[in-house]
């Protein structure tokens, strides 16, 4: 009996599920393990989101299908959100498409556009789910470097041509992940052009816009000149709300696209919980006070782990947004060695470069979504593997 399709035989585990069974082995030894390594916040969200959620919920009636559009007051919700934030002007009706949590509609996207044979465009280093999302869809994969020399973002102009002409879709990522580069509106126009020029779906992931520091603002792709004609945005409640786990996330743009997108999300899901859509449309209504709280909250962090980390000849440039450090491993080390040697000998868990491409490799990512004593103590433990590299 065939128990799997060749997609799925040809598809190599999710790396953070492979590195997640990892920490629990060495838990199972009973260390202590520091998580470092997944973008999981530890925070929780606002008060007042937590109190919608649960007086939603005690109401009888809002335990069936909610249908599969999106409430309207979330979808309203999130268009004022686009507005005051981005000055962008969105049509709740057509222009917005709930999702349950960016990775699900990253995914269902290529499903939605792809065909087998079909040339996507993806960075490297890249969040793992804009190739999942190929494979799955019998597409190929064109990976382009992200260099640190280049400042971790795209030269449009090192793509062929014959590549370009051929491909369908592109994936950009900024604020980034892995690497928490930035890029300004400029960049994105370039983007923009490059899309119309070969003709090709813009789709721009932006779950961190929300986490900065320094008065940065990073910019929508749909503050381009005419990007909503070859352009879709995913957005997140995950990181800028702290509600990783509530699994509410949102599709902007292109209205065609995104019809066919809530296609293939009509035949495959049911809508998102009732409370969790009330309570997230009040979250779009959560104080910038608030925001920026948070927000100090892992500037904090992060200046006790690059302090930390440069004492131990870690380079590392400090990021304007994101909470994730991108820093090279000793020499001698590939990535995943050096993050199995801080798991296992001092249960210190980080995210492997390679897990995101092979221009991650060489590097290790660093998540601060731990509390600022536990990173400082990480920091600690990180020293004692590094001392005995240096002395041995």
């Given at each position: ?13 999710y790396p953070f599920a492979r590195w997640g069974k990892r920490v629990n082995a060495v838990r199972a030894r009973g ?112 990976r382009f470097s992200l260099d640190q020399d280049h400042g971790f973002l795209p030269d449009f102009d090192a793509i ?194 390679s897990f995101f491409g092979e221009n991650g490799e060489g590097y290790i990512r660093i998540s601060l979504t731990s ?22």
């Amino acid at each position: 009996m065939k128990i799997k399709s060749d997609r799925i035989a040809n598809m190599p585990a999710y790396p953070f599920a492979r590195w997640g069974k990892r920490v629990n082995a060495v838990r199972a030894r009973g260390i202590d393990v520091i998580r470092l390594d997944m973008g999981n916040p530890d925070l929780p969200p606002p008060d007042a989101v937590i109190d919608v959620l649960c007086s939603s919920a005690r109401q009888p009636n809002h335990h069936g299908y909610p249908g599969y559009r999106g409430i309207p007051a979330l979808l309203e919700g999130i268009a004022a959100y686009y507005a005051q934030r981005f000055g962008v002007k969105l049509n709740p009706k057509n222009e917005i498409v709930p999702l349950l949590g960016s990775k699900e509609g990253i995914v269902h996207l290529s499903l939605a556009i792809l065909d087998p044979g079909d040339i996507v465009l993806v960075p490297d280093p890249g969040y793992p789910s804009y190739t999942m999302g190929a494979v799955l869809a019998g597409a190929e994969v064109y990976r382009f470097s992200l260099d640190q020399d280049h400042g971790f973002l795209p030269d449009f102009d090192a793509i062929p041509v014959e590549i370009a002409d051929a491909a369908r879709m592109l994936w950009l990522n900024y604020p980034n992940n892995p690497t928490s580069a930035t890029a300004d509106l400029g960049l994105l126009e370039q983007a923009v052009t490059f899309a119309r020029r070969y003709d090709i779906l813009l789709c721009h992931d932006a779950p961190y816009s929300g986490i900065v520091y320094d008065g940065h603002t990073p910019p929508s792709i749909l503050q381009v000149s005419g990007a909503s004609k070859i352009a879709v945005e995913f957005n997140s409640f995950s990181k800028t709300y702290n509600m990783a786990g509530w699994r509410v996330g949102m599709a902007v743009g292109n209205p065609d696209v995104l019809a066919s997108l809530s296609r293939v999300k009509s035949n495959v899901d049911s809508g998102q919980f009732l409370p969790v859509q009330e309570a997230a449309a009040h979250a779009l209504t959560t104080p910038q006070e608030w925001i920026e709280a948070r927000n100090r909250i892992y500037s904090e962090r992060m200046r006790t782990a690059i302090s930390g980390l440069a004492s131990l000849g870690f380079p590392v440039t400090p990021p304007k947004a994101t909470f994730y450090i991108w820093t090279r491993v000793p020499e001698g080390w590939n990535s995943e060695g050096f993050a199995t040697a801080l798991l296992e000998k001092v249960g210190v868990s980080v995210a492997p470069g390679s897990f995101f491409g092979e221009n991650g490799e060489g590097y290790i990512r660093i998540s601060l979504t731990s509390p600022e004593p536990r990173i400082a103590e990480a920091i600690d433990r990180i020293s004692k593997v590094t001392k005995g590299l240096s002395s041995s």
